[in-house]
């Protein structure tokens, strides 16, 4: 133990600005290498501070007593003797709110400011959203205190802003909750895998859009069908854009991608797709060819000549119906990392929920708990520093899958295949199933590998041809 230990008194030294008396965090290892080495003077520092392990307590303060926080107030008070003391609870209307199986000596409060002028060392953020989160996040860092956050838009917005401001003010802010919910997915990928060099992550990081397509494929039932009953079972909220849109497997995508790929970019730079298009009858053609649907989230990273590109996009893709990706059910999560050397990694499990989430959100606040333990000369920040890649693309070269719903009329098969030609994309299979009417006639196709982008203009093209009744759809067919 640090000799600073034993002295059992005050947590946080007065800090001064670059002067960081707290070790780098896992989180923190995404800035850069400057600001995880250790001076003298923090070493100084170090000696002269207090761990909060000394005094075997570290103070909670919760802000978002919703979903999450309820869960996390509940593991928290599971053990009142234990070394996590929950000490506020803040939420708007908070009179709402108030149930009587939290600790008494918890206060109820309504306004941040009695947790930011509180003695508590670490503020749990669970309300969501950007603002006024982010504003709460950063306000606590410079008040001395860590934070813990599951909240995946505003750590793919600033996440490496925040961990400066961290490293900087001598604090914490761990995210593990912020992707995939319990599943320990940023833990396993930046501190398990810090030995290896990642090249690709992909998954399935949705619980929401799993769910309703999972149900499409074993129920035939349509889009709209599936996401009723997601919003009826709870699994979809009653504004389900961010998860249809692919927004929110996205700002978990650039996180993973911080993460494990050790690469900056912006949410904004990934295109992904909505599952809407997807029909209960692409399933059936699906299954022909030995396929099934998913959200897929796919990063990947190239290197050569000096520079590092990545590929990224999150949509829907036909996948192998073998594949361990097309096996997760429900509203489970799956994440895929892969190594150089390890090879193949996979972590499952449920990605949502009050329960799952919050023990993320716990498992956190212990990491922050032991990692005081440690004297910052002890530790070693896992993970290379962060690189910013040359181009970031969702341009993918593989097979792809069409679904025309057309008025039929002869030729239509030539004059598609015509276009196709001029690009040089070549027809793997025509697909055409009995039993629907020549005034929507569905029917697939399935191309040679090519690039998405050149698919793109081609089938601008013979999106223009007269017989269609819907727009065409386009899904590319991965390894999974
Ligand atoms: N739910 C999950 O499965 C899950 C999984 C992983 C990560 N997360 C993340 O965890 C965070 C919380 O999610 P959640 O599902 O627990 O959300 P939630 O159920 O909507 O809870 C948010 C809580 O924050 C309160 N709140 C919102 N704005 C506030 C404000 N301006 N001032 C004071 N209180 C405010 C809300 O109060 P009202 O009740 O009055 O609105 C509510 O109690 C989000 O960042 C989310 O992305 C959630």
């Not at 400057?34 to 909060?52: D, E, F």
């Not at 509180?118 to 504003?135: F, K, M, T, W």
């Not at 398990?192 to 769910?211: H, V, W, Y």
Request: proline content about 7%; hydrophobic content about 40%.
């Amino acid at each position: 133990m640090a000799p600073s230990s034993r002295s059992g008194k005050q947590l946080k030294p007065a800090m001064k600005k670059g002067a960081s008396a707290v070790p780098p965090s896992p989180g923190e290892a995404l800035a850069s290498p400057a600001a995880r080495r250790v001076t003298p003077k923090q070493r100084t520092n170090s000696v002269a501070t207090p761990s909060v392990a000394s005094r075997k307590r570290l103070k909670v303060a919760l802000v978002g007593f919703g979903t999450v926080g309820r869960s996390v107030a509940k593991l928290l008070s599971l053990d009142p003797n234990g070394p996590l003391l929950l000490t506020h609870i803040c939420n708007r209307n908070i009179e709402k709110k108030r149930v009587d199986w939290v600790p008494d000596r918890v206060r109820w409060t309504e306004n941040i400011e009695d947790l930011l002028s509180s003695d508590s060392d670490v503020i749990v953020e669970l309300v969501g959203g950007l603002q006024p989160a982010g504003d709460w996040i950063r306000r606590a860092l410079r008040a001395g205190k860590s934070v813990v956050t599951a909240n995946k838009l505003l750590i793919a917005e600033s996440g490496p802003e925040l961990l400066k401001l961290a490293r900087d003010t001598g604090q914490h802010i761990e995210f593990g909750a912020s992707v995939a919910g319990g599943i320990p997915a940023i833990v396993a990928i930046q501190e398990g895998l810090a030995g290896d060099r990642l090249s690709k992550i992909e998954g399935i990081l949705n619980g929401t859009c799993n769910f309703i397509l999972t149900q499409m494929e074993a129920n035939g039932a349509s889009f709209a069908e599936a996401l009723k009953e997601a919003q009826e079972r709870g699994f979809a909220e009653a504004n389900p854009r961010d998860d249809i849109e692919g927004f929110d497997a996205r700002a978990k995508l650039v996180i993973l991608t911080q993460a494990g790929l050790r690469l900056q970019v912006r949410s904004d730079q990934i295109p992904c797709a909505p599952i809407s298009t997807v029909e209960a009858v692409d399933f059936i053609y699906a299954r022909e060819i030995d396929c099934t649907i998913r959200q897929i989230s796919l990063a990947q990273k190239e290197s050569g000549a000096g520079r590092v590109n990545l590929f990224a996009a999150v949509r829907p893709a036909l996948i192998p119906a073998q594949s361990l990706l097309a096996h997760v059910q429900g509203s489970q999560n799956m994440v895929i990392a892969t190594g150089e050397f390890v090879g193949q990694i996979v972590l499952s499990g449920y990605g949502a929920g009050g329960d799952p989430t919050a023990v993320a959100v716990m498992s956190d606040l212990h990491a922050i708990l032991r990692r005081s333990t440690v004297p910052p000369e002890r530790q070693v920040s896992p993970g290379a520093p962060l690189q910013i890649p040359h181009t970031v693309s969702g341009e993918f070269t593989v097979p792809h899958y069409l679904r025309f719903v057309v008025r039929d009329r002869p030729g239509i098969v030539a004059e598609v295949a015509s276009i196709l030609s001029k690009y040089h994309i070549g027809i793997d299979a025509l697909l055409q199933r009995p039993g629907y009417p020549r005034s929507a006639l569905p029917f697939t196709m399935t191309l040679e590998s090519c690039s998405s982008e050149v698919l793109a203009h081609a089938l601008a093209e013979v999106g223009r041809l007269d017989f269609h009744v819907q727009p065409l759809l386009c899904l590319p067919i991965l390894q999974g």
